[in-house]
């Protein structure tokens, strides 16, 4: 039986619902994160486990809601967390630890040694899940850094199955990896997957080049578009999988009358001015305060366009101190910025602190004459592709960071800038505001083929077309 034939069992840090208390019971919603967008337009009807973490304590109420949800196509089977496993794998070592290091921000880390326990405590719970929901016929496909070791778990427990790892964020170049006090554990951690997957080739480099300084006696083989890894305790193949999204979903819906009739809405109401627009989870890795003294920067300039920022920012971590303190500083730049330049008629920064619903935010991109999406750093950014299907009308500018993964895929069509640097991106704005019509088509149009291209379902089909190919040859040489 090939991979492809096989129920698929995926495994994330959370499962692709929300829940939430009402009253006495729980409400149930899809989720709405980057990981679920990209997965469950491929993945949706198929049959198989999607195992994650609820976001709650163990709840038998909990689990009758989710054995009796069917509406993805997969069984939903939960994993709950105490408060400390929460604080300790979550909050600690995955969010003080592991965000901040893979995005090259290591002086925002904190190396609590207690961390690094519960980490592996939690990975063997979602391992001992996984080996209670599968069986050897199964292909497991974990996703993300919350779950790096769940392979090792796994073969630790006995349990014997083909075990895949996609990672959604960026790989730190050595000189950042090595930093992690755990580096050599979570690398051969790695290493007990059958196949490794990263967003793009820069990613699998670092991955490359911190094997070779930190297992040396990894023997490594590239064949064709996959890395060969051979060590004493077996073969792993890695390879770069760039990850999209639904282009023909977001077209459709983005190409309907009522969107149309609510981007004309937008523009109307800002109009004469030209419309910037940020969509960001709230995070530090956004590169949200530096766009906005960009902004200013742009703002302060002679002869500047008619413009207007619409920076919509989607909670998260809420509970975090550092991500309230991001939201403080954000609030104070808007605010700083409509204090100095804003005029009666004219709000130069329109701030929405609000998950968009999918029909709005199509509208906003419909809209939006330049799309600003400058991170200090990211695994791929889906929101920069979003931009470019929803722009069925051909127009539209992208400026990206060249440190998001998108920009390997889009930067023949994009205006790639440091977010660092502030006068660089306000020139980057000033470019695309005054960028004449064939321009903006001619570019967009570039972008528009490469995400319909490299959309979900080819990430999809590449990631376990791949490791059919490696189960193949494997039976093969048996």
């Not at 755990?182 to 990613?203: M, S």
């Not at 070779?212 to 073969?235: C, F, S």
């Amino acid at each position: 039986m090939t991979v492809s034939e096989r129920p698929l069992v995926l495994v994330s840090n959370r499962l692709p619902v929300v829940l939430e208390r009402e009253g006495e019971s729980w409400k149930m919603q899809a989720s709405a994160g980057g990981l679920v967008s990209a997965l469950m337009p491929a993945v949706a009807g198929a049959r198989g486990t999607w195992i994650g973490w609820t976001g709650t304590g163990e709840d038998p109420e909990v689990e009758r809601l989710l054995a009796a949800q069917t509406e993805p196509g997969y069984r939903l089977q939960p994993v709950f967390l105490t408060q400390g496993e929460k604080s300790g794998f979550y909050c600690g070592f995955s969010n003080e630890i592991l965000w901040p290091l893979f995005h090259d921000l290591q002086s925002r880390c904190n190396f609590e040694p207690s961390y690094w326990e519960t980490y592996q405590q939690v990975n063997a719970k979602f391992a001992a899940a996984v080996a209670q929901a599968s069986g050897p016929e199964d292909f497991v496909w974990v996703h993300d850094y919350h779950l790096m070791l769940v392979g090792e778990k796994l073969r630790q427990s006995g349990a014997r199955r083909r075990v895949g790892f996609f990672l959604h964020i960026p790989f730190p170049a050595p000189d950042i990896f090595e930093k992690l006090p755990w580096r050599r554990q979570v690398l051969e951690a790695l290493l007990a997957y059958g196949l490794v997957g990263f967003q793009t080739p820069r990613d699998l480099r670092n991955f490359t080049n911190c094997l070779r300084r930190l297992v040396p006696q990894a023997l490594l083989h590239r064949q064709e578009d996959l890395l060969q890894v051979q060590t004493e305790g077996g073969r792993t193949w890695a390879g770069s999988f760039p990850i999209g999204i639904d282009f023909a979903a977001v077209e459709r819906q983005a190409g309907t009358a009522e969107t149309a009739h609510a981007a004309a809405r937008i523009r109307a109401d800002l109009a004469p001015c030209q419309m910037v627009l940020g969509v960001d989870r709230l995070d530090y890795t956004k590169g949200i305060p530096e766009r906005l003294k960009a902004f200013g920067e742009l703002l302060r300039q002679p002869d500047v366009p008619k413009v207007s920022l619409v920076q919509v920012v989607v909670p998260s971590r809420a509970d975090l101190p550092r991500y309230q303190d991001l939201k403080l500083e954000v609030e104070r730049l808007v605010s700083q910025i409509n204090g100095e330049h804003g005029r009666t008629g004219w709000v130069p920064v329109h701030y929405l602190y609000r998950q968009l619903p999918p029909a709005e935010l199509f509208s906003y991109y419909r809209a939006a004459d330049v799309a600003l999406i400058t991170p200090l750093k990211d695994g791929m950014n889906l929101v920069a592709k979003e931009y470019c299907a929803a722009r069925c009308d051909q127009d539209g500018v992208l400026v990206l960071s060249e440190y998001a993964g998108a920009a390997t895929e889009l930067g023949s069509g994009a205006i790639l800038v440091n977010p660092y640097d502030v006068e660089g991106v306000a020139a980057a704005l000033r470019q695309a505001l005054t960028m004449d019509a064939g321009e903006r088509h001619v570019r967009m149009r570039r972008m528009r083929r490469r995400v319909r291209h490299t959309n979900a379902f080819r990430w999809f089909d590449s990631f376990l077309g791949a490791a059919e190919r490696l189960q193949t040859a494997a039976a093969a040489a048996a």
